[in-house]
């Protein structure tokens, strides 16, 4: 069965810190795995996604297969980064179906 | 830009009574999802729906849940007879088929 772990609940980091926010995944098949961020108070929304390969508000993350590892990571942290990050694995089943299993959870607080 | 939109943003019940999320997803989407959050805990999914008939669901999905279509645009989410741990928060997701999901902002549903 996947499965998607994110050993923090809370990371505090000041203001300018680098960040890494760990994501580790168990899945049989070839990952497609993606961050998804919720603001206060605002939906969860699409942060990156490891095919596209892109860098999004400072943020990247790349897939390292052999530690089945998708860490989250931005040099210099900003106040408005605060928010929950969730990590999600996505599995595509016949027809096109989708089942998306999140993480836990982590908890970015930047300090001023 | 097109959202998913859900009503009611929150929704007081009594333990047993039935309770309709409702859920408007983007337009020209296909594939249409809903996923609990229970209060301090992650994002679990709960169903996926295409072609009108339910194509993936999860262990918590049992037969007190089920989910409609019942016009072009509306997708429902009904509980029959609500237990005090359905108390949670609610989201559909959307989408044309693979990569990202489009989240509606959520209903939190209190069991009481």
């Known amino acids: 069965a996947q499965r998607v772990t994110q050993p923090e609940k809370l990371l505090s980091v000041f203001k300018g810190a680098p960040v890494e926010l760990k994501c580790n995944y168990s899945y049989s098949g070839s990952p497609e795995l993606f961050w998804y961020v919720q603001y206060s108070r605002q939906r969860l929304q699409l942060l990156l996604r490891h095919i596209s390969r892109e860098s999004i508000k400072g943020f990247t993350a790349d897939l390292n297969k052999g530690e089945t590892s998708f860490h989250l990571k931005k040099p210099f942290a900003q106040e408005e980064d605060s928010a929950m990050y969730y990590c999600a694995l996505n599995d595509i089943g016949p027809g096109g179906y989708q089942k998306v299993t999140f993480g836990t959870g982590t908890k970015l607080q930047v300090i001023p | 830009e097109p959202e998913v939109t859900q009503t009611p943003s929150h929704q007081v019940t009594q333990m047993g009574q039935e309770v309709i999320l409702r859920c408007v997803p983007i337009?020209?989407?296909?594939?249409f999802y809903w996923y609990r959050q229970i209060l301090g805990q992650k994002v679990e999914f709960l169903v996926s729906?295409?072609?009108?008939?339910?194509?993936?669901k999860s262990e918590i999905f049992d037969d007190q849940f089920s989910v409609e279509r019942p016009d072009g645009s509306n997708f429902t989410l009904k509980i029959r007879s609500t237990k005090l741990e359905d108390s949670a928060m609610y989201f559909c997701?959307?989408?044309?088929?693979?990569?990202?999901?489009?989240f509606g902002p959520g209903t939190r549903l209190t069991v009481l």
């Open positions: 997701a959307s989408n044309l088929q693979g990569g990202e999901q489009f």
């Open positions: 337009s020209n989407h296909l594939y």
């Open positions: 729906f295409y072609n009108n008939e339910i194509s993936e």
